[in-house]
């Protein structure tokens, strides 16, 4: 099967990540069983959502894992002049919502798992799909607690998230965090004598740009990400009922993308510093006075040495030579820091077009991808030593 074809199936399913991927994943569980791959499945105790593992080739071994995630962006709010969720070709680039990320590559991979299926390999091939990448490299933790106890781990891992076919060795990571901020309701003819909990979040956000401004100037730089320095950014806001009423309480989220050798938890606790500094005065005349600091959630970055044996084994596969760092995350660095798995991202397509109106991968990055995959297969049935 052809991977434009695999990859129209596959943009059909409107995996936003809010909603289901229960029928991608039955949709490739049965195309991956019909080729003879082992094939597991690990469904959410809660949601109709799941993960998918596949080894193609010998199980008593370690493989080449192939790794991707399933859900998307929404396209609420977007103004899109081709269906979303129905692929559409024009002058060599196909449309559709995930095409770049990052259905392209798990079609691209799909696509590989059924020509493997007709080969002796050596060496396996492993496919992993995984579901809430999109909100924080959720879902894929229980795929990553089903490797660790498996008694082979994969020797090597792509990500492939797109890089327009280059291999990537490191990314960001990243924090996630509430702040919660109390303060004491009031009429707002008397606004002096309450404590508005929206000013207090607007000084927590004043500590957290001069925490960003300090980080730009003094932090030792990596020149290979567009951005050289960790950031910190406030992304949504909210307090206040009415304009005549002091708010009681506001609330915002802000997150960290921390280079790897920045510790986030450094930033986290100079926060909490910066919310005692601005609680302390007021805490005689308004003793509920409260600042709380929650991590929703987090990964770590990836870091892979340019000289490591998974960089020239990709490298050998992609015909390129120099690698890349990318600003957004991936769920490479789990299974970097969690499994000890060399892990590289290369994947068709641009970023730069992906959570955009009209999102699309040229059909020369697929095929690009897809001479990827026949490389590796050459090299899965010649046999990698691991």
């Not at 070709?89 to 196909?94: C, D, L, T």
């Not at 933790?141 to 797109?162: N, Q, Y």
């Not at 001069?210 to 992304?235: F, K, N």
């Amino acid at each position: 099967m052809q991977t434009v074809d695999i990859l129209k199936t596959l943009i059909g399913f409107p995996t936003v990540s809010a909603d289901p991927n229960d029928d991608l994943i039955a949709y490739c569980a049965d195309l991956l069983r019909e080729a003879g791959a082992h094939v597991t499945v690990i469904r959410d105790p809660v949601q109709p959502k799941a993960n998918l593992y596949a080894t193609i080739g010998p199980l008593d071994r370690a493989g080449v894992l192939l790794s991707g995630h399933t859900d998307v962006v929404p396209v609420t709010g977007q103004n899109w002049s081709v269906p979303p969720f129905v692929l559409t070709e024009s002058e060599g680039k196909v449309y559709g919502r995930g095409t770049a990320d990052m259905k392209g590559f798990v079609a691209c991979a799909l696509s590989a798992a059924l020509r493997a299926a007709k080969m002796d390999l050596k060496t396996p091939l492993h496919l992993a799909l995984s579901y809430d990448e999109e909100i924080g490299c959720v879902g894929v933790r229980s795929l990553i607690d089903l490797l660790a106890a498996a008694p082979f781990r994969p020797m090597f891992c792509i990500v492939g998230e797109p890089t327009e076919m280059r291999v990537a060795t490191g990314h960001k990571g990243k924090t996630a965090c509430r702040v919660r901020c109390s303060g004491r309701e009031g009429h707002s003819a008397l606004a002096p004598t309450a404590l508005n909990a929206i000013h207090l979040a607007c000084d927590m956000i004043a500590a957290i740009r001069a925490i960003q401004s300090e980080i730009s100037r003094t932090s030792l730089p990596d020149d290979d990400y567009d951005i050289p320095y960790s950031t910190v950014h406030v992304g949504r806001i909210s307090g206040g009922v009415a304009l005549n009423i002091v708010p009681n309480t506001a609330e915002f989220l802000f997150e960290i993308r921390n280079l790897p050798a920045d510790d986030p938890q450094i930033i986290l606790d100079r926060l909490k510093e910066a919310a005692q500094d601005v609680l302390k005065p007021l805490h005689q005349s308004f003793p509920e006075a409260d600042i709380q600091i929650e991590t929703t959630g987090s990964y770590p970055p990836l870091a892979t040495g340019r000289d490591t044996e998974v960089v020239s084994f990709v490298t050998s596969l992609t015909g390129g030579n120099a690698t890349i760092k990318v600003a957004f995350g991936t769920e490479g660095g789990l299974f970097s820091t969690q499994l000890d798995i060399p892990t590289v991202v290369c994947g068709p397509g641009s970023m730069a077009q992906g959570h955009r109106p009209d999102e699309f991968v040229s059909r020369a990055q697929l095929a690009k991808c897809d001479r990827m995959m026949d490389a590796l297969l050459n090299r899965l049935v010649a046999g990698i030593q691991g």
